[in-house]
């Protein structure tokens, strides 16, 4: 992907989330992630340096937490901050425009995918069908019921896929909040996979 900040802005940024109070490296790090909704996480090795250079200039310093360091703005920092409010503003406007294009593409990515599940899932129900026509039938209450196996083993599948993603979701939130692009995300999925099931059950 592109530089998700201008020269200069993801720096600025870093004060702007000081403001709040003291944060150590991981929680900036953890704010950045959150900010972009998962899409975009800086690594130590670019935050830690901007820190590095901001403490160099007076803008920020350090405290012992622990066996942390925490990070607080200055108040030269603050000053820089509040003249360059305009600045600050057209940077959450950039980013705010970034983590749409990113789950713009992200939803694009998955209606490809679903296009080529919604061909897989039409391949198997014909062949499901064509087993049902040459013999594979159950009579239940006068009527055939064709595919009874397939049924049960799309059955299986589903309930496997539902535990799979529960489970997975529950991990995750150990880690992080459930951001909004997930959330739509598993929206757009499960919506999708829906009609390309009942795509394929049509006659």
Not at 12 to 22: M, R, T
Not at 131 to 155: F, V
Request: glycine share 8%; aromatic share 4%.
């Amino acid at each position: 992907m592109p530089p998700v900040f201008a020269h200069g802005a993801l720096r600025l940024y870093l004060l702007a989330l000081l403001e709040s109070g003291p944060k150590h490296g991981y929680e900036l790090i953890r704010a950045l992630k959150d900010r972009f909704g998962g899409t975009y996480s800086p690594s130590a090795g670019t935050i830690y340096p901007r820190l590095g250079k901001l403490e160099e200039e007076g803008l920020v310093a350090t405290e012992s937490a622990g066996r942390r360091t925490n990070y607080r703005i200055t108040p030269a920092g603050l000053a820089e901050l509040n003249r360059r409010r305009d600045e600050l503003a057209g940077v959450e406007k950039d980013i705010s425009a970034s983590v749409q294009r990113l789950a713009d593409t992200l939803r694009e990515d998955i209606r490809s995918s679903m296009r080529g599940l919604r061909a897989d899932l039409a391949a198997t129900a014909e062949a499901a069908r064509t087993a049902a026509a040459s013999g594979d039938l159950r009579i239940t209450g006068g009527r055939p019921l064709a595919g009874h196996r397939q049924l049960k083993e799309a059955e299986m599948m589903l309930q496997t896929f539902r535990d799979d993603v529960r489970s997975d979701l529950r991990q995750g939130s150990r880690l992080q909040p459930i951001s909004d692009v997930t959330l739509e995300t598993l929206r757009t999925v499960l919506e999708q996979a829906r009609a390309a099931v009942r795509g394929t059950l049509q006659p």
